[in-house]
């Protein structure tokens, strides 16, 4: 898969490295079959986007608080 890197330089690699690539903000644009996707501008799949840690739905000091 061809990809654009953030220093301008144009490289082909392999399909299964793309997730990791935009997680790391190496890439700029990546090219399908319908022309070049750029990251940040265009839709790309959920999988590509950077994973949320967003915590456990309720934390132990919540629950302690409530129980008395």
């Not at 997680?23 to 750029?38: C, H, Q």
């Amino acid at each position: 898969m061809k990809v654009i890197f953030t220093n301008g330089e144009e490289h082909i690699i392999p399909t299964q490295a793309l997730d990791d690539l935009i997680r790391e903000n190496k890439i700029v644009a990546f090219l399908r079959s319908d022309g070049w996707t750029v990251i940040g501008r265009d839709p790309i799949r959920q999988c590509m986007l950077p994973e949320i840690n967003t915590g456990d739905r309720w934390s132990d000091s919540t629950i302690s608080r409530t129980e008395h």
